[in-house]
């Protein structure tokens, strides 16, 4: 609607994957260690996390994920996913 308020987009990869040691270049292992502080230890990481953690979030990773079969992802899987990480355990 306001595309004059708009700068620039940052996609972020959410696969924690690459974001083992292992997988880091040299060059990386210093902008992921930040990262994962950042996203463990401040509010920022809280905020995002939050943002993420809605069954409509969840259910639409998941459709892109598993393209050939949406129908599968229904309310049961998407609690199944999210609830755990929910609990204050």
């Excluded at 924690?16 to 990481?45: F, I, N, Y």
């Amino acid at each position: 609607e306001r595309p004059q308020q708009v700068r620039g987009m940052l996609l972020l990869n959410p696969s924690l994957r690459m974001l083992h040691v292992s997988k880091q270049a040299p060059w990386q292992r210093p902008l992921v260690s930040w990262l994962q502080w950042v996203l463990r230890e401040t509010d920022v990481g809280t905020a995002f996390f939050d943002a993420l953690a809605t069954p409509e979030a969840v259910a639409s990773v998941l459709k892109q994920i598993y393209p050939a079969r949406p129908e599968a992802v229904d309310e049961e899987l998407v609690d199944c996913i999210l609830k755990p990480g929910m609990s204050s355990a």
